[in-house]
């Protein structure tokens, strides 16, 4: 089913002028955000101030322990506080904990109002924000929640060239997963210029290759499973090896490519691992991981169906295939991430 998405807004400096679109009923405005980006986050309450609406922060906790229900909970009882209804709006400022969290509760709040994200973190610039999936952690992550697009996404560059190092590396993973799933361009800029890539173009172009798939595939009943390329191993590594997300995600594209290089023809494993090296993240694992753990962990990731386990591969840069593939596969992946 085709869905249109929100507006996205990229530039530089685009929090300094009003953010929200025009909204004749709007009166209140609720801005969720954490420690990391309250900075950015206060200004905005004093813009909705000024330009007559009601506003209140609301501050959530810093990283995965946001995204839980008990958080959401507490998040809806302040916009009971802040008196919010239909016509109001929440503003999520932050990274993807705060936008996937944010998200899920403008999503249900009063069944459903509207919300608007300004991403602060490369990886909620061009993956988290992008694409309509909200949700909290319940055993497992992401197991609870709705599909729902903001109505505006705000990336502002001049956020994202004030990011810590680590924290650009970790979006680039997904913004090389982009491109190697739908835009060689990107890829061939990340290979030019590493992390001192053009951040507005690494943004534009990821985010034009996510929209272009969300809008195919909303919820994810085919094409859109090309974006957990790395993801099936990465996933596994995230958990077992205690690795950050883009961290797991370039790993798990190391062994994704190595599985393409042999069962799907894929050619330019070299190029990649060296694009890897040069975004400052991980090839392969710096502690030897149990296999059976690691397969466990694959079996109970949702990309698991009555075939085995589904692995997107890429046949080429730009050209990702989804493949059932055996376990003995999945650990020969792994063998390649393996320490040496
Ligand atoms: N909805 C989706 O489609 C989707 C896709 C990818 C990831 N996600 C989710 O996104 C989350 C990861 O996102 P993330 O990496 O942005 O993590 P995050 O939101 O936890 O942010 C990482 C850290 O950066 C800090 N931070 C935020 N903005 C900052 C800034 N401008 N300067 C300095 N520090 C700042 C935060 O406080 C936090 O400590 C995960 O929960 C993941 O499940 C969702
Ligand atoms: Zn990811």
Redesign the pocket.
């Known amino acids: 089913m085709a869905v249109s998405g929100p507006e996205v807004l990229i530039g530089r400096g685009l929090l300094k002028d009003a953010i929200l679109p025009e909204r004749e009923e709007r009166r209140r405005v609720a801005v969720v955000t ?4 309250d ?2 986050a206060r200004p905005l309450v004093v813009q909705f101030e000024e330009a007559g609406m009601v506003a209140g922060l609301v501050e959530i906790p ?3 322990a ?2 839980s229900l008990a958080v959401a909970e507490s998040v809806f009882e302040a916009l009971n506080r802040l008196g919010l209804s239909r016509g109001d709006t929440v503003v999520a400022v ?7 969290l944010a ?1 899920f509760v403008a999503a249900t709040y009063l069944r459903g109002i509207e919300a608007v994200y300004c ?6 610039a061009v ?9 909290v ?1 319940v055993g497992g ?2 197991l609870v ?1 709705v599909f729902a697009h903001p109505s505006r996404v705000v990336i502002d560059i001049g ?2 060239e ?3 190092t680590s ?1 650009t590396a ?2 680039m993973a ?1 913004a090389l997963k982009a491109g190697l799933i739908g835009d060689p361009e990107l890829v061939d800029l990340l290979e030019e210029d590493g992390l001192g890539a053009d951040l507005e173009q690494v943004v534009r172009r990821a985010v034009a290759v996510k929209v272009q798939i969300v809008a195919e595939d909303f919820r994810e009943s085919g094409r859109r499973a090309a ?1 957990n390329y790395g993801h099936t191993i990465g996933h596994a590594v995230e958990i077992g090896a205690g690795l ?3 961290e797991a995600v370039a790993v798990g594209m190391v062994a994704a490519g190595w599985i393409s290089t042999e069962q799907a023809g894929f050619s330019e494993q070299d190029r990649v691992l060296s694009i890897i090296s040069q975004l400052e993240l991980p090839v392969r694992l710096s502690t030897a991981l149990d296999p059976a753990r690691v397969l466990e962990l694959v079996r109970l990731d949702k990309k698991r169906d009555a075939d085995g386990i589904r692995m997107v591969l890429l046949e080429a840069i730009g050209v990702p295939v989804v493949r059932a593939v055996d376990e003995a596969t999945v650990l020969a992946g792994l063998q390649a991430v393996s320490p040496v």
């Open positions: 954490d420690a990391g980006a900075g950015i810093v990283g995965e946001a995204k932050g990274g993807g904990a705060v936008t996937d998200g991403p602060t973190t490369l990886l909620g993956d988290a924000s992008i694409g309509g999936k909200t949700g952690n992550k992401n929640g956020v994202l004030n990011l810590p924290l970790q979006g997904e974006l950050s997300h883009g």
